[in-house]
């Protein structure tokens, strides 16, 4: 069995993205994992990435004016 | 005089209109947004024109209960050619050296809520949605749209390059650097716009 190469913060965080959207390989998501089992800061930057992601998904729709909203269903009407 | 094939023809085209037309209004709030979010100015007459087509095409939508993403996915289409239109080359203005910056590392540092014990929280609610739009904007059209597809609206990393006609390791590599610029403009902007002198991050 190959052991996991340890891997430095500035490598773990360029990967933390792509981790939790399961955009990496098998063998870096070890090496990732390893790093984060030790390493404090790494899952600080890790829990501040999953609070990013849930801020952008759950941002609230851009309000749509009155004026603009009456004009686009005019449009649809219109079609 | 109409045939009665003529009839039939103008009940189903009836019939499709409003179907599309009920579907169509539904949406409005969700396409106008994601409009807002795309383009600085213009968004009302991007979510005409893929109203438009949308309408033309309306025949090639399968389930009516998949109408919402199909709709975002012919303007996302339409808003994709009209940058091809405007300009040849891709906007690769240079957005300098990322590799080193951290929201995270930064708000630790900087500590601009000295009396928050929730820091990077309170930074990201300090920014509505206005806020966001702005920090979006600021971004070139290449770093913006995926991190708009992939992270607001939920598309598929996938779909993100198909619907960008782009390699799948240009959207990743794309949307890596665009995350590290996102970070960076929300913290300039939050400097910018006294975001950070409110009480604790909070209005």
């Known amino acids: 069995m190959t052991e996991t190469r340890a891997i430095p913060c500035s490598e773990a965080v360029r990967q933390l993205w792509d981790y939790l959207d399961h955009a990496i390989t098998p063998e870096n998501q070890e090496k990732v994992e390893k790093h984060l089992s030790f390493c404090r800061k790494c899952c600080g930057e890790l829990e501040f990435a999953k609070e990013m992601r849930a801020f952008l998904a759950t941002s609230s729709a851009e309000e749509i004016p009155s004026d603009v909203k009456e004009r686009l269903e005019r449009f649809v009407e219109g079609l | ?203």
Not at chain 2, 9 to 26: H, K
Not at chain 2, 45 to 74: M, P, S, Y
Request: hydrophobic share 40%; no cysteine.
């Open chain 2, 1 to 203: 005089m109409e045939s009665v094939i003529e009839v039939n023809e103008a009940a189903v085209r009836d019939r499709t209109r409003d179907a599309f037309q009920g579907l169509a209004r539904a949406e409005l709030p969700a396409l106008y947004s994601l409009a807002r979010r795309l383009v600085r100015d213009g968004a009302e007459d991007l979510v005409q024109e893929a109203l438009l087509q949308a309408f033309r095409a309306f025949g090639t939508l399968k389930e009516e209960a998949a109408a919402g993403r199909w709709l975002k996915t012919i303007l996302v289409n339409v808003f994709r050619d009209q940058l091809r239109k405007r300009s040849r080359s891709v906007d690769e203005r240079p957005v300098g050296d990322l590799s080193d910056f951290s929201l995270y590392r930064t708000l630790v540092d900087e500590d601009p809520f000295p009396y928050s014990d929730t820091l990077h929280a309170d930074f990201l609610q300090a920014f509505d949605s206005e806020d966001l739009r702005e920090v979006l904007i600021r971004l070139p059209d290449i770093y913006r749209i995926p991190l708009v597809l992939r992270y607001i609206d939920g598309f598929a990393t996938k779909e993100v390059a198909r619907l960008m006609e782009a390699p799948l390791g240009t959207i990743l590599a794309r949307l890596h650097r665009g995350r590290r610029l996102f970070e960076r403009e929300m913290w300039t902007y939050a400097q910018e716009s006294g975001l950070l002198t409110k009480e604790d991050g909070h209005d």
